[in-house]
């Protein structure tokens, strides 16, 4: 690659009228082939200066342990944008020291040549020890050595794609520019021709990209959602849907839906670890094919519970699932054994994506579903005598937790209407979450805030720990979060990329490492890069919980009967069935 200092100049060459043989390239005369190849490949000193920095701050601890491919992509990201802010920044001083660019001695590339070796081989090297300091905070052994070594050429990988698609796009520009200079002046041209060009990267970004994705991803679930999980079959239990007598048909219930229904605890697996006679616990559901419309899912599922007899059963739990339908066996299994088999549970599919997927493009599914679902039991709930009613409780993970936070106003709403609630891996943009969490008493941090000294609603990341603030009374409805410290779908969010967080700047968790910082940009794509992989660390860790649902349940449902012995075996007992 050839140094040109001019080549990335935020500078417009539209200021000059283009010659008869003009080409675009700024030469009187075209350009042979490869002579426009080794312009596209050239880079300046500022730009590069600004790439290996923002690369070796690339490598500095995140959220979770991460792979050399996945370190390779997230540090190419921010190479590309270090590059960019690097360009960006000699044009604005040489504009205020009012001069053009000079070309760079060989001796300023022979100083940045060694100082990209130096600076980079001392972050890849601290990098690969903060990697393994998290892996044993977390207890992950899996390790590549063939990834860590590709991480370097990954990364110049992607830092080459971004740069020729940026160069590609200022390319695309000049051009427009150039040909609306023949209807309107030079600043009209530049201002038009850089709207035309950032319009039309949104919408192939946008419309066509994500689209497809997205598009790609229904067809693709849509088919792995009419098969039946190994291990599960259809009902002979009229409790469940999709059993005798129920009202939502077995094949209409989706994969998620099949295996919620056609699992789960037995009286006798109850009364085997409670040591008491237990009942058969209820479960209801509605797949995507079961209706078309969210409220008509939500009416059908409640209906198919009110004949399976979830009503008159002493604890009555409402589930918005994740993305395709999933709820999670920990959860569910949970509640059923602590409430000694005296249980119905209900819940509905919103979409065939996965969780992930979901989280992204189909928050307003999930919002409709938590509130129609909600409403429609609340609706049946409310007409019973007072004594004959269930308790009410709420939960959801994930997507879930927001779905179900929308059938809710505020903190007396959940308080009045539910006995309890429990939610898991809530999204930074959770509005009640966010709500209770921004507003947080003074010197409460946010990774476990504490909000109105914990009346109704408090945060922990390990129940069995103790909730704070212990010495508080907690009476009346239980409103518990579970949120891991190193959980990114609990933390991520665009603000990252431009300000810094309370819960970097506080204290870290007991999972974070205390070398975490945040770093702008970087920092953003850091915990992206976390998100696909949230699950794929040990339970307790991350986005999953498992055992801490025991504990949660037993905190918000106050079962009595349970001994410290009897919650170790039904950890395990979760554990192995999650």
């Given at each position: 690659?050839?140094?040109d200092?001019?080549d990335?100049s935020p500078?417009d ?9 003009d080409?675009g ?6 350009a ?8 596209s490949?050239r ?15 690339s ?11 996945l370190?390779?992509?997230?540090a190419?990201?921010s190479?590309a ?29 022979q100083?940045?040549l060694?100082?990209?070796?130096v ?39 992607v ?7 940026g ?25 038009v ?6 319009g039309?990267a ?9 689209s ?5 991803a229904?067809?693709a679930?849509s ?19 999709g059993?005798?007598?129920?009202l939502?048909?077995?094949d ?16 006798a697996d109850?009364g085997a670890l ?6 058969e616990?209820?479960?209801?559901y ?14 059908r ?7 399976a ?15 395709s ?14 409430g ?29 579903a938590?509130?129609d ?11 019973l ?6 308790r009410l ?7 879930g937790?927001?779905?179900g ?8 709403d959940?308080r009045i209407?539910t ?17 209770f ?12 805030p504490v ?8 945060f922990?990341?390990d129940?069995?720990a103790?909730i704070?603030?212990?010495?508080a009374?907690?009476?009346?409805t239980?409103v ?15 603000d ?8 970097i700047g ?7 490492l ?12 850091q915990v992206?890069a ?9 339970d ?17 449902m106050?079962?009595s ?11 395990a007992?979760v554990?192995?069935?999650?």
């Amino acid at each position: 690659m050839t140094p040109d200092p001019h080549d990335d100049s935020p500078s417009d060459p539209s200021d000059s009228p283009p010659g008869p043989a003009d080409t675009g390239t700024g030469d009187a005369e075209p350009a042979p082939e490869a002579g426009r190849r080794r312009r596209s490949l050239r880079l300046t000193v500022p730009g590069c200066w600004g790439a290996l920095l923002l690369a070796c701050l690339s490598f500095t601890p995140s959220l979770l342990p991460r792979g050399g491919v996945l370190q390779g992509l997230i540090a190419g990201i921010s190479a590309a944008i270090g590059y960019g802010l690097g360009v960006i920044a000699a044009y604005v001083w040489r504009a205020f020291a009012d001069r053009e660019a000079r070309s760079p001695s060989r001796r300023t590339w022979q100083v940045l040549l060694i100082g990209a070796i130096v600076l980079f081989g001392v972050s890849f090297g601290l990098g690969q020890y903060w990697q393994h300091e998290i892996r044993q905070l977390m207890g992950v052994t899996e390790y590549s050595v063939p990834a860590t070594v590709a991480c370097p050429f990954v990364a110049a990988l992607v830092f080459l794609l971004l740069l020729l698609a940026g160069r590609g796009l200022r390319r695309l520009y000049r051009w427009v520019a150039r040909r609306l200079r023949r209807w309107v002046g030079p600043r009209a041209a530049r201002a038009v021709g850089w709207i035309v060009v950032a319009g039309l990267a949104w919408a192939v970004v946008s419309g066509v990209l994500l689209s497809g994705l997205v598009n790609g991803a229904n067809q693709a679930f849509s088919v792995r959602d009419k098969e039946t999980p190994e291990g599960v079959h259809q009902p002979t239990s009229p409790l469940r849907s999709g059993g005798p007598g129920s009202l939502v048909p077995w094949d209409s219930l989706g994969r998620e839906g099949r295996a919620f229904t056609g699992k789960g605890p037995t009286a006798a697996d109850i009364g085997a670890l409670t040591h008491r006679p237990a009942r058969e616990p209820v479960r209801a559901y509605a797949g995507l094919a079961t209706t078309d419309d969210t409220e008509a899912r939500a009416q059908r599922a409640v209906a198919d519970l009110e004949r399976a007899g979830g009503f008159e059963r002493a604890n009555l739990l409402v589930v918005t699932t994740t993305g395709s339908g999933w709820v999670d066996p920990a959860a569910v299994d949970s509640f059923e054994y602590l409430g000694n088999g005296d249980s119905a549970t209900v819940a509905m599919q919103y979409s065939y994506l996965p969780s992930w997927l979901s989280y992204l493009v189909d928050q307003s599914k999930a919002r409709a579903a938590g509130r129609d679902l909600f409403d429609a039991v609340y609706d049946v709930w409310s007409q019973l005598p007072q004594d004959r009613r269930p308790r009410l409780f709420v939960a959801g993970e994930s997507l879930g937790s927001f779905g179900g936070e929308t059938a809710f106003s505020g903190e007396a709403d959940l308080r009045i209407r539910t006995a309890g609630t429990l939610f898991a891996g809530p999204p930074n943009f959770n509005a009640l979450f966010r709500d209770f969490s921004d507003h947080r008493d003074p010197g409460s941090p946010e990774i476990e805030p504490v909000y109105k000294d914990g009346r109704t609603v408090r945060f922990t990341d390990d129940p069995a720990a103790g909730i704070p603030p212990k010495d508080a009374p907690w009476n009346g409805t239980r409103v518990l979060y579970l949120m891991h410290p190193s959980d990114p779908i609990v933390w991520w969010s665009p603000d990252l990329a431009f300000t810094e967080p309370d819960w970097i700047g506080e204290a870290p968790g007991r999972d974070v490492l205390d070398t975490m910082v945040w770093i702008p940009f970087v920092t953003f794509w850091q915990v992206t890069a976390d998100l696909p992989f949230s699950t794929g660390v040990p339970d307790g860790h991350g986005h999953r919980y498992k055992a801490a649902y025991v504990d949660g349940w037993n905190t918000v449902m106050r079962p009595s009967g349970f001994t410290p012995q009897d919650l170790d075996r039904l950890r395990a007992v979760v554990e192995a069935n999650g």
